[in-house]
Nanobody, 123 residues
Framework: QSQLVESGGGLVQSGGSLRLSCAAS????????IGWFRQAPGKEREGVSC????????TFVDSVKGRFTISRDNGKSTVWLQMNSLKHEDTAVYYC????????????????WGQGTQVTVSS
């Protein structure tokens, strides 16, 4: 059974850092791009970052460029989202999702989703 599990969320002060993990099981992570999405209360889901299956291409939404990095270790079946210089507006539930090989801007293209992890940034 394919599964993605996010961890690493929590409460942090503005300017702080968190590292989110997305652990995959039940499938070969090396065949999948992983996207990170977030959804704040009352707002639409937003694509934050994505890394292709080989880790050669990454994308970031403009609001996190220069603050967030994404990386992966297919041998450990894990993708990380390092979030630095966090701002109050980064507060949201963060989800990771899988799609075959390449990234896509549309969440509907991602077939497997984790349960989400809450990130709260106090101002």
């Amino acid at each position: 059974q394919s599964q993605l599990v996010e961890s690493g969320g929590g409460l942090v002060q503005s300017g702080g850092s968190l590292r989110l993990s997305c652990a995959a099981s039940g499938f070969s992570l090396g065949d999948y791009a992983i996207g990170w999405f977030r959804q704040a209360p009352g707002k639409e889901r937003e694509g934050v970052s994505c890394i292709d299956s080989r880790g050669g291409r990454t994308t970031f939404v403009d609001s996190v460029k220069g603050r967030f990095t994404i990386s992966r270790d297919n041998g450990k079946s894990t993708v990380w989202l390092q979030m630095n210089s966090l701002k109050h507006e980064d507060t949201a539930v963060y989800y990771c999702a899988a799609k075959r090989f390449t990234c896509d801007r549309y969440a509907s293209e991602f077939g497997s989703w984790g349960q989400g992890t809450q990130v709260t940034v106090s101002s």
